[in-house]
């Protein structure tokens, strides 16, 4: 018996967005559309549910790609061990992405690796009869009203967006883009869900033709 798919859908904007290329090194570059799982992140800060997994689909380029230089004092943990110590930061450069408007979609399909789980979710997972369907219920429902259980992020947690909701009546897909191919993406270091162990997935060869990138699914990447 096929399972059935529900899909969800959602648009997004803001000033500023990075998607990093691994590539890119001490210097971050951005892809020019969100990874995969940057998708999967801005759908689950509106809901998360323990036995469901998120699939993105495809992403619409909703306005001109225009790239910036940035700079941040980065006081994260991939400084030196001496700088973290002492408590010092250090200017962090990268290309960013400038006036995104994006809109996203994706499947909302069967969690089948729960082992990871807690139990609380374990629990809410064996009350649920239909679990797709109610995710894609509950997360329409926040999407309208503007709830989400954490503020999406474009990339960085400090790039939050100025929208993000149902699609707008005046959001068109930026159709005149020239096509552009990404020979690698990253698509996620966590395949098999919660707790899982590190293992990044890579896409090749993608193409973003009329503004549109659809994504390779499950047996199907290059």
């Not at 951005?30 to 992403?59: H, K, M, N, Q």
């Not at 940035?70 to 400038?98: C, D, E, F, H």
Request: hydrophobic share 35%.
């Amino acid at each position: 018996m096929q399972q059935k798919v529900y899909q969800i859908a959602m648009e997004i904007a803001g000033p500023t967005a990075l998607f990093s290329r691994p590539d890119s090194g001490d210097s971050p570059t951005s892809y020019p559309v969100p990874t995969p799982s940057a998708i999967r992140g801005i759908f689950e800060s509106i809901l998360w549910g323990p036995d469901i997994r998120i699939v993105p689909t495809a992403v619409e380029v909703c306005a001109p790609i225009q790239y910036y230089s940035y700079v941040t004092n980065y006081g994260g943990p991939l400084r030196a061990s001496k700088s973290i110590q002492k408590g010092t930061n250090y200017q962090l450069y990268a290309t960013v992405l400038v006036d995104v408007c994006y809109r996203l979609y994706a499947n909302v399909e069967i969690n089948h690796h729960k082992r990871n789980l807690p139990q609380r979710a374990l629990e809410w997972d064996r009350k649920t009869t239909s679990p797709g369907h109610a995710y894609q219920e509950i997360f329409n429902r926040r999407l309208k009203r503007g709830q989400a259980f954490s503020i999406p992020v474009l990339g960085w947690k400090e790039f939050t967006p100025s929208y993000f909701g149902p699609f707008r009546t005046e959001t068109e897909v930026y159709t005149e883009l020239p096509d552009i191919i990404i020979p690698s993406m990253l698509k996620e270091v966590f395949p098999y869900g919660y707790r899982s162990s590190y293992d990044a997935v890579y896409s090749q060869a993608l193409r973003i033709h009329k503004g549109r990138l659809e994504f390779p699914q499950e047996g199907d990447d290059k």
